[in-house]
């Protein structure tokens, strides 16, 4: 049993989540795998972090074994026992909202209605309208486009799939699917000594028992957006609690879920208080949220920087007087990259950017995740490159939906081609970028990587920042990493607070605990700007992005300073 009255160790662990497919190819077949990530252990080991986290692909079709392109279980134990040996944790995605069709299980469902497994889908008879049209059970739009309804023709049932229809929803509501779930895909690998679980989509495994059509927001489609219906639904609670009661309690096992579509706080504490051991931590979606339509995901809309600071605000502050916890991050393997996304990517902007959001990220309170390319700078697909050249199954999807819909209308296709290119999946998928030798160092493919290498990777690669140092984005990462963990007390667990929070241009915060005081000041603009500080007794210019210059500066009385275009300082007293 993990005792929470002592400091759990992944409240000050700096993680880094690893998308193997981009991450490094060790076989030549363009495609990166486990023997990869083992290849680079010490490129993670010397960034500075605690722990790394795999993505095994969505679509599982044996829980007990290794994507075969990835490696197999046998490389799984050799990639335990390397972070382990290096003091190092490692949490897998746990993904067990639905499997694939190819699982067994899925298999043996689908072939009669009276199989022993058929409950553990979800499967319903078909809606007919007046005129005899077959029609789904609802009016639910899959994430993927399309319906969330497969019709299979052997029993003339529908199952459920929220995702791609190669990925068919877990009945949760059936007792002995549950078991078979914690069993095979959690026990497995958790006495193969993994540290814990990223869990995928954490709050739709209770999808209540009423199908309701859902309201109708986009008149254009039959299908609709429906999460109000399946996510957060009646039993979520009491199935987390029964999955450490039986599972997890028995491990030193930390989680961080998956949240979408939870903006309440009030919800949020429901899922992360750790008296009523449900989940250690989540991912919530405000932050990667915004820009995001209302109709779909892919509509963008024009944000304002006060919308972040609320954002960023609202989650620091949620957990203040609770048994909560949260995490700071602002990427992963679903959204676009956040210099592309929050500050500038363009070519004289992205350095300064980079280690503002930096800045910002490792001063804020929470358990940090890093993404892998953020630690260098990483930046969106460039918006020259074509539909042809994304990979992402919803991006595409998308884009043919959105094709087929408008009849090939080119303005509604470059408003397509816009939002995917600022909030596509595939924006954070391009392989990593090691070096400035041919596909960026990733793969020795002659026929290249799975997925087009960033135009870029000449000047944004490992490589090129370890040779530059503390200088480059990398160096600043370090360095940053460094200091957080030397301030934990006020950094990670300090209470924030928010300074002018309607300036549209900056964003001053600050961080307490006990006397010590942070204050930071980030410059989100391409112009100068002035800030002032928080008014805390001596404070002391500590670290900043552009530290030697802002060194000279300082020293000036007063509480007012003039930032250069995206620059971030930090400020400490009573350390
Ligand atoms: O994502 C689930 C999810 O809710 C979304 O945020 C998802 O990213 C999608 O883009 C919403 O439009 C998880 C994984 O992170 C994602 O990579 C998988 O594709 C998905 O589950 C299915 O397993």
């Not at 007990?64 to 995605?93: F, Q, T, W």
């Not at 791609?164 to 000594?193: C, H, V």
């Not at 959204?335 to 001063?363: F, N, T, W």
Request: charged fraction near 25%.
């Amino acid at each position: 049993m993990t005792d929470i009255s002592t400091k759990p160790w992944w409240k000050d662990a700096v993680c880094y989540q690893i998308y193997p497919a981009s991450f490094k190819d060790s076989n030549g077949d363009g495609l990166g795998d486990i023997p990869g990530i083992l290849s680079k252990i010490d490129y993670l080991k010397d960034l500075g972090l605690t722990e790394g986290k795999v993505d095994m692909g969505y679509d599982i079709s044996d829980y007990e074994k290794v994507y075969p392109p990835y490696g197999s279980v046998k490389d799984m134990e050799n990639l335990i026992g390397a972070c382990h040996e290096r003091g190092m944790k490692l949490i897998l995605d746990l993904v067990i909202n639905h499997t694939s069709d190819q699982h067994a299980w899925f298999k043996e469902s689908r072939s009669s209605k009276r199989n022993p497994k058929r409950d553990w889908y979800i499967w319903k008879p078909p809606r007919y309208a007046e005129d005899g049209t077959r029609l789904p059970p609802t009016n639910w739009r899959s994430y993927f486009s399309g319906q969330t309804w497969e019709y299979d023709e052997h029993t003339g049932e529908y199952y459920l799939h929220l995702f791609a229809k190669e990925q068919p929803d877990l009945n949760w509501e059936n007792e002995e699917t549950r078991q078979a779930i914690y069993d095979s895909a959690m026990r497995f690998w958790l006495d193969k000594g993994v540290d814990g679980f990223r869990v995928d989509t954490v709050n739709m495994y209770s999808k209540g028992v009423e199908f309701k059509d859902a309201p109708i927001v986009d008149g254009r489609f039959y299908e609709q957006p429906a999460w109000l219906y399946y996510a957060n639904g009646p039993r979520m609670h009491e199935f987390l609690r029964e999955m450490n009661q039986k599972v997890l309690n028995h491990y030193d096992a930390v989680t961080v879920g998956e949240l979408p579509h939870t903006p309440d706080p009030k919800k949020v504490l429901d899922y992360v208080g750790a008296s009523d051991k449900q989940l250690s931590m989540v991912f919530q979606f405000d932050i990667v949220d915004l820009g995001q339509g209302r109709e779909h995901k892919y509509h963008f809309e024009e944000w304002t920087l006060p919308q972040l600071k609320r954002i960023v605000a609202k989650w620091q502050q949620f957990i203040e007087g609770t048994d909560g916890w949260t995490t700071v991050f602002c990427e992963n393997h679903d959204q676009g990259r956040s210099i592309s996304r929050y500050a500038s990517d363009a070519a004289h902007e992205r350095v300064p950017s980079a280690k503002l959001l930096s800045l910002m990220l490792c001063a804020l309170t929470g358990t940090l995740f890093i993404y892998q390319g953020q630690e260098i700078g990483m930046i969106n697909v460039p918006p020259s490159w074509p539909i042809d050249a994304y990979r992402d199954i919803e991006s595409v999807n998308f884009y043919k939906t959105m094709a087929a819909q408008s009849r090939d209308d080119p303005a509604e296709l470059a408003y397509v081609m816009r939002s995917l290119q600022i909030l596509g999946r595939d924006n954070a998928r391009l392989p990593m970028q090691w070096d400035g030798s041919e596909y960026a160092g990733f793969t020795d493919c002659p026929g290249g990587a799975w997925m087009r290498v960033h135009d870029l990777y000449g000047e944004i690669n490992v490589e090129r920042q370890v040779r530059e140092g503390e200088a480059s984005v990398l160096g600043f990462w370090k360095r940053m990493i460094k200091f957080r963990k030397q301030h934990a007390d006020v950094l990670v667990h300090g209470a924030f607070e928010g300074f002018g929070m309607e300036d549209e241009s900056t964003f001053v915060f600050g961080k307490r605990v006990a006397e010590k005081r942070v204050a930071v000041v980030l410059n989100f603009t391409r112009e100068e700007q002035e800030v002032e500080l928080p008014d805390y007794e001596g404070l002391v210019f500590t670290v900043g992005s552009y530290e030697d210059a802002a060194k000279q500066e300082e020293g000036a009385d007063g509480r007012i300073r003039k930032l250069r275009p995206w620059e971030g300082r930090l400020y400490l007293s009573g350390c």
